[in-house]
């Protein structure tokens, strides 16, 4: 069993034995803790539990953290304790304080204890960092082996005893809670420091290592810089190079990054009329399209015909993919033969064999299809107007807006065969598999209690593991399909049903990402190959939970690959006020490849009375009353329109401090206009942005092309190219 540490330190630092104890046995607590509360000592317990077998407190003996703690002392702090006090307990999701005697320990408790050296204690990690900074806490005990004062004892460092004691019980929440709810707080601290020495005491041996940051190449400042037969990295070729990686490894679209660098490249060039710019164009997308096939995970990328022939041909087994030019084919993917196709037919014949859920990957047949002698084949689907049979979905939403809660009562349908939220006709009735990575321990109360709400039997053909290879690695998709193979024989055995729908939740877990990682687009790659593998292998549909970013519009958190990459996304949404409770609950559908889009389900939570437990009291859960389909409202797109609203008042302000008269055409009527690079100062100067400089300058840029192209679509700008400048001016 994990190992609780507990010790005994003065309140003034002296040589000598410092009584420790290492045990599972809560009466042997009990008594150390009982002997060495005494004036003029603390009693301190570690943050985490330590690992069976183990002699000491240190990093490497630690077993697993069950939350998310810092130090808050308040004689650190210009803030009184009631203005701390209150700040904390606005929270949307309730922490627990503890009274230290000095100050408040604060501790976001975990549904399931996390497991050091694992991706999952790497994210409570990070997020403990970034806690201490918002709280302003004591850096000592930020990490896992850090001591806090034992709750019940006393604090007798300021003179009389003061009780170290919770003074708000806290919530039980998921990681991603946590993430959120920093997204939420932001970056800022909340409070205002006051410098001192720490105390001391509550620290481990050794600091956390700080981490190495590889500072990306600064694609705006180089392609302001190029020139030319500039000298060194200025020139031309160096700097579209160096450039289009960088943008790419952003997670900016290959069609965004050829717009970009071929602007600078004009600008830079502008002295030489004779530039072919049709042939520099295909240079750049040359520039581009070889990089994504040397590196594939960011093949979400590209553009969406590109996209879906590459994904075909991943499909067909085919390897070493390259995207190649043609004048007769353009841009267009060029791969080597698989071996099952070089094979030949004895191969197909025994593909042709296999059974379902085997795991050969059917093989789409060569040649033409002739469209007047073709027979039409409908959409095939696992739930009609919301899952494909076959593909890889993504069900994303806000925090506490019911995802899994949703993704259960689709799966209960899908088992059953009932219509889904009571009109989605399940069309291929199959078994349901569940790789629960947070919030295993409650998945099968919920199911049992929705499953009994909507009339099923007892008996469904539903497994669930906790346990999942990191999605990024390679070889996971292999990994997978094994699990897949066994709970396929169970099923064919015992219900003799195919599985028809695979949950992986939650996504940022399973890929092993930790905070802020999920915008790597060649991380989203490679998750997403493992998925889409595992759907081809299980011939199943394949839907991965996920959060929403603290901007809604944005839709799902982190790298636009995402999105991309899913052939369904559907989302939760909810109004949520800042006490944290929701309102106007529906399920929208984001994206369908192969159908429609843009309508919304709403549906109501209910808490319904499912018996009593042994103490006679009612035994609860939560279901979902559904409504009917209805169209989605039209999106507001605020961060488009807020950026596109910063950029027309910037303009609108460069215009009346430095404009000129301008006429667009012969004929046309005079403006006042103004020089383009002044506007996007300006508006660099009023756009917020966070990360280090480079960060900040990339955020800022691509905001400001953002809103440019708002407003030009809107038609509430001219734009116009001059003498090698570009001239803006209101319409």
């Known amino acids: 069993m994990p190992l609780n540490y507990l010790c005994s330190l003065p309140n003034k630092r002296s040589a000598g034995r410092i009584p420790q104890i290492i045990t599972d046995d809560p009466e042997a607590i009990a008594a150390f803790t009982h002997k060495w509360d005494i004036p003029g000592r603390g009693v301190f317990r570690c943050v985490s539990t330590l690992k069976p077998g183990a002699t000491r407190r240190a990093l490497d003996t630690v077993d697993e953290l ?14 009184s304790r009631n203005q701390v006090l209150k700040q904390l307990r606005q929270w949307p999701i309730q922490p627990q304080i503890r009274d230290s005697g000095g100050g408040f320990h604060v501790a976001l408790l975990l549904k399931e204890p996390v497991v050091a050296g694992t991706a999952e204690a790497k994210r409570v990690d990070d997020l403990r960092t970034r806690l201490t900074a918002v709280l302003c806490g004591d850096a000592m005990p930020n990490h896992a082996a850090a ?12 003179g009389e005893p003061r ?51 590889k500072q990306p190449v600064d694609a705006e400042a180089r392609l302001a810089a190029m020139k ?26 290959v069609e965004d990054v050829v717009a970009e660098v071929l602007k600078a490249t004009r600008r830079a060039v502008a002295s030489d009329p004779a530039w072919n710019w049709d042939d ?31 994904n075909d041909r991943l499909a067909e087994g085919r390897t070493q993919l390259r995207i190649v030019y043609a004048r007769h084919l ?100 199959g078994a349901v598999l569940y790789i629960a990575t947070e919030g295993a321990g409650t998945l099968q109360s919920r199911l049992a209690a929705i499953a009994r709400y909507r009339g099923a039997p007892d008996k469904l053909p539903f497994a669930w593991r906790s346990d999942c290879p990191l999605l990024t690695d390679k070889g996971a998709g292999h990994v997978l399909a094994r699990y897949i193979d066994d709970a396929a024989a169970h099923f064919s055995r015992t219900y003799q049903l195919p599985i028809s729908l695979i949950w992986v939740d939650t996504y940022i877990t399973a890929a092993g990402l930790g905070s802020g990682d999920d915008n790597d687009s060649a991380a989203t790659q490679k998750a997403f ?78 808490t319904v009375e499912l018996g009593l437990d042994e103490d006679g009291d009612p035994i609860t859960a939560i279901v979902l009353d559904w409504g009917k389909q209805q169209q989605g409202r039209p999106p507001s797109s605020r961060r488009k329109s807020r950026d596109a609203d910063l950029l027309a008042k910037a303009l609108a302000d460069v215009v009346a401090k430095h404009g000129f008269p301008f006429q667009p055409a012969q004929g046309a ?7 383009a690079e002044d506007v996007q100062k300006e508006f660099y100067s009023r756009r917020p942005a966070k990360g280090t400089g480079t960060q900040q300058r990339q955020t800022r840029w691509v905001a400001y092309n953002r809103g440019l192209a708002v407003l030009s679509e809107r038609g509430l700008i001219g734009t116009q190219e001059t003498n090698g400048s570009i001239i803006l001016w209101k319409r």
């Open 669 to 675: 009527p005079t403006v006042q206009a103004c020089h």
């Open 147 to 158: 001591l806090l004062r034992e709750v019940g004892t006393s604090n007798t460092k300021y």
């Open 228 to 253: 030319f037969q500039g000298a060194g990295d200025r020139g031309v070729h160096i700097t579209q190079l160096q450039s289009t990686a960088s943008l790419l490894r952003s997670g900016i679209p």
């Open 330 to 429: 353009k841009w267009h993917i060029r791969s080597q033969e698989s071996k099952a196709e070089s094979a030949g037919s004895a191969n197909d014949s025994a593909t042709a064999g296999s059974p379902p859920g085997a795991g050969a990957h059917a093989q789409k047949p060569r040649g033409w299809n002739f469209y007047d002698s073709t027979e039409i084949t409908p959409q095939r689907w696992c739930v009609k107007k919301l899952l494909p049979e076959t593909g890889v979905g993504i069900l994303s939403g806000q925090w506490g807006s019911f995802k899994t809660t949703v993704a259960l009562e689709m799966s209960v349908a899908v088992m059953t065969g009932q219509p889904f939220a009571n009109q989605y006709k399940v069309k291929r009735p």
């Open 163 to 213: 009780l170290v004691r919770v003074i708000q019980a806290g919530e039980l929440v998921d990681i991603t809670d946590v993430e959120d709810l920093l997204d939420l707080l932001g970056d800022a601290p909340l409070f205002t420091s006051a410098e001192r020495a720490t105390n001391g005491h509550d620290h481990a041996e050794g600091e956390p290592r700080p981490s190495e940051t």
């Open 529 to 606: 190959n493992t998925l889409r593998f595992i759907a081809n292998h299980g011939r199943a549909f394949v839907c991965t939970v996920d959060h929403y970013g603290k901007v809604v519009e944005s839709g799902t958190r982190g790298s636009s690959g995402k999105e991309g990459n899913a052939d369904t996304v559907l989302a939760t949404l909810a109004e949520r006020e800042l006490a944290g409770t929701i309102s106007q609950t529906r399920m929208a559908a984001r994206k369908q490849r192969d159908g429609a889009s843009g309508f919304e389900t709403p549906f109501r939570p209910e």
């Open 280 to 310: 520099e164009k295909l240079t750049i997308e040359r520039m581009c399209y070889d990089f994504v096939s040397k590196n594939p995970e960011l093949a979400g990328l590209l553009p969406d015909k590109l996209f879906a022939a590459w």
């Open 66 to 79: 069950a939350f998310v703690h810092v130090d808050v002392d308040l004689r650190t702090l210009r803030e």
